[in-house]
Protein backbone atom coordinates (compact mmCIF):
# COMPACT_ATOMS: atom_id res chain seq x y z
CA UNK A 1 0.00 0.00 0.00
CA UNK A 2 2.85 2.50 0.78
CA UNK A 3 4.76 1.81 -2.16
CA UNK A 4 1.85 2.25 -4.43
CA UNK A 5 1.26 5.91 -2.50
CA UNK A 6 4.48 6.94 -3.21
CA UNK A 7 4.03 5.42 -7.43
CA UNK A 8 1.07 7.44 -7.64
CA UNK A 9 3.24 10.70 -5.97
CA UNK A 10 6.10 9.96 -8.79
CA UNK A 11 3.43 9.62 -11.39
CA UNK A 12 1.73 13.13 -10.69
CA UNK A 13 5.16 14.70 -9.99
CA UNK A 14 6.28 13.36 -13.63
CA UNK A 15 2.72 14.18 -15.29
CA UNK A 16 3.31 18.11 -13.63
CA UNK A 17 7.15 18.11 -15.17
CA UNK A 18 5.77 17.00 -18.65
CA UNK A 19 3.08 19.43 -18.87
CA UNK A 20 5.42 22.51 -18.10
CA UNK A 21 7.60 21.99 -21.02
CA UNK A 22 5.66 21.35 -24.53
CA UNK A 23 8.09 20.89 -27.43
CA UNK A 24 6.69 22.48 -30.43
CA UNK A 25 5.64 20.33 -32.95
CA UNK A 26 5.53 21.83 -35.99
CA UNK A 27 7.73 24.49 -38.08
CA UNK A 28 5.05 27.29 -38.13
CA UNK A 29 4.57 26.88 -34.16
CA UNK A 30 8.01 27.68 -34.37
CA UNK A 31 7.80 30.45 -37.13
CA UNK A 32 4.93 31.95 -34.79
CA UNK A 33 7.19 31.92 -31.76
CA UNK A 34 9.71 33.03 -32.90
CA UNK A 35 10.44 36.52 -31.85
CA UNK A 36 12.72 39.86 -33.28
CA UNK A 37 14.58 41.75 -30.59
CA UNK A 38 16.10 44.98 -31.93
CA UNK A 39 18.41 47.23 -30.10
CA UNK A 40 17.84 50.79 -31.72
CA UNK A 41 21.26 51.96 -30.52
CA UNK A 42 23.98 49.49 -31.93
CA UNK A 43 21.09 48.91 -35.00
CA UNK A 44 21.46 45.74 -34.93
CA UNK A 45 18.40 42.97 -34.88
CA UNK A 46 18.30 39.24 -33.44
CA UNK A 47 15.69 36.70 -34.76
CA UNK A 48 15.44 34.18 -32.29
CA UNK A 49 13.67 30.74 -31.78
CA UNK A 50 11.79 29.85 -28.82
CA UNK A 51 13.96 27.98 -26.70
CA UNK A 52 14.31 24.20 -27.16
CA UNK A 53 14.55 22.58 -23.25
CA UNK A 54 16.29 19.83 -22.05
CA UNK A 55 16.49 18.13 -18.50
CA UNK A 56 19.67 20.56 -17.71
CA UNK A 57 20.00 23.12 -20.92
CA UNK A 58 18.66 25.43 -23.15
CA UNK A 59 19.14 25.56 -26.80
CA UNK A 60 17.88 28.11 -29.67
CA UNK A 61 18.71 29.15 -33.01
CA UNK A 62 19.74 32.97 -33.85
CA UNK A 63 20.45 35.37 -36.74
CA UNK A 64 22.36 38.81 -36.52
CA UNK A 65 20.74 41.06 -38.71
CA UNK A 66 21.81 44.36 -39.89
CA UNK A 67 20.59 46.70 -42.64
CA UNK A 68 17.68 43.46 -43.16
CA UNK A 69 21.00 41.38 -43.98
CA UNK A 70 22.05 38.42 -42.32
CA UNK A 71 25.84 38.88 -40.63
CA UNK A 72 25.65 35.50 -38.61
CA UNK A 73 23.54 32.74 -37.76
CA UNK A 74 24.22 31.03 -34.28
CA UNK A 75 23.26 27.81 -32.22
CA UNK A 76 22.89 29.16 -28.26
CA UNK A 77 23.35 26.58 -25.68
CA UNK A 78 23.10 27.52 -22.32
CA UNK A 79 24.16 24.53 -20.32
CA UNK A 80 23.74 23.54 -16.36
CA UNK A 81 25.12 21.10 -13.85
CA UNK A 82 26.23 19.98 -10.86
CA UNK A 83 29.99 20.62 -12.31
CA UNK A 84 31.99 22.14 -14.80
CA UNK A 85 32.56 20.47 -18.23
CA UNK A 86 34.75 23.31 -19.41
CA UNK A 87 33.36 22.61 -23.23
CA UNK A 88 35.89 23.78 -25.73
CA UNK A 89 34.69 21.93 -29.23
CA UNK A 90 31.86 20.66 -30.70
CA UNK A 91 31.31 18.37 -33.77
CA UNK A 92 28.08 17.18 -36.23
CA UNK A 93 26.89 13.63 -36.44
CA UNK A 94 28.55 13.51 -39.44
CA UNK A 95 32.14 14.41 -37.93
CA UNK A 96 32.29 17.80 -38.65
CA UNK A 97 34.10 20.08 -36.70
CA UNK A 98 32.07 22.92 -36.14
CA UNK A 99 32.73 27.12 -34.74
CA UNK A 100 32.31 26.26 -31.05
CA UNK A 101 32.99 29.95 -29.35
CA UNK A 102 32.41 30.20 -25.42
CA UNK A 103 29.71 32.96 -24.45
CA UNK A 104 30.31 32.71 -20.58
CA UNK A 105 30.42 30.23 -17.03
CA UNK A 106 29.27 31.26 -14.30
CA UNK A 107 28.18 29.67 -10.50
CA UNK A 108 24.61 30.51 -10.29
CA UNK A 109 23.01 31.07 -6.93
CA UNK A 110 22.04 27.89 -6.09
CA UNK A 111 25.40 26.18 -6.68
CA UNK A 112 25.01 24.63 -9.81
CA UNK A 113 27.31 26.01 -13.25
CA UNK A 114 26.41 27.22 -16.14
CA UNK A 115 28.57 27.56 -19.35
CA UNK A 116 26.73 29.28 -22.56
CA UNK A 117 28.46 29.05 -25.53
CA UNK A 118 27.24 29.15 -29.25
CA UNK A 119 27.99 27.31 -32.62
CA UNK A 120 28.35 29.41 -35.63
CA UNK A 121 26.67 28.08 -38.74
CA UNK A 122 25.75 29.40 -42.60
CA UNK A 123 22.78 29.34 -43.95
CA UNK A 124 23.56 26.65 -46.35
CA UNK A 125 24.16 24.41 -42.98
CA UNK A 126 21.42 25.23 -41.79
CA UNK A 127 19.09 24.40 -44.87
CA UNK A 128 21.04 20.99 -45.71
CA UNK A 129 19.08 20.26 -41.49
CA UNK A 130 16.30 21.11 -42.65
CA UNK A 131 14.41 17.64 -43.01
CA UNK A 132 16.77 16.19 -41.06
CA UNK A 133 17.59 18.23 -37.76
CA UNK A 134 21.05 19.01 -36.21
CA UNK A 135 22.76 16.37 -34.04
CA UNK A 136 26.06 17.39 -32.49
CA UNK A 137 28.02 16.74 -29.50
CA UNK A 138 29.79 19.37 -27.31
CA UNK A 139 33.06 18.39 -26.00
CA UNK A 140 34.84 19.52 -22.91
CA UNK A 141 38.04 18.40 -20.37
CA UNK A 142 35.09 16.80 -18.15
CA UNK A 143 32.69 15.68 -19.81
CA UNK A 144 30.38 15.61 -23.25
CA UNK A 145 27.19 16.67 -24.27
CA UNK A 146 25.05 15.33 -27.20
CA UNK A 147 22.46 18.39 -28.36
CA UNK A 148 19.66 17.76 -30.82
CA UNK A 149 17.58 20.19 -32.81
CA UNK A 150 14.43 19.26 -34.36
CA UNK A 151 14.48 19.92 -37.93
CA UNK A 152 11.11 21.77 -37.40
CA UNK A 153 12.27 24.10 -35.57
CA UNK A 154 15.17 25.05 -38.15
CA UNK A 155 12.47 25.32 -40.73
CA UNK A 156 10.23 27.80 -38.43
CA UNK A 157 12.88 29.88 -37.75
CA UNK A 158 14.22 30.39 -40.97
CA UNK A 159 11.09 31.27 -42.19
CA UNK A 160 10.76 33.89 -39.30
CA UNK A 161 14.86 35.21 -40.74
CA UNK A 162 13.10 35.25 -44.63
CA UNK A 163 9.78 37.14 -43.14
CA UNK A 164 11.75 39.69 -41.15
CA UNK A 165 14.84 40.42 -43.94
CA UNK A 166 11.68 40.98 -46.74
CA UNK A 167 9.59 43.02 -44.74
Known sequence: ???????????????????????????????????????????????????????????????????????????YVSDRDTDWRFFHSAYDAGGNKLDFRTVDSLVTSTGSTREDYVIVVDRKYLNNSIGKGINFKAVGQRGEKIIIIPSVYIEGFLRKVDEYITQ
Open 1 to 75: MKKSFYYDILLVFILFIAGCVTPLKTANDVFLQSKIDTDSYKKTTWVESPSLEGWIHSVWLRAQVENKKVILYQI
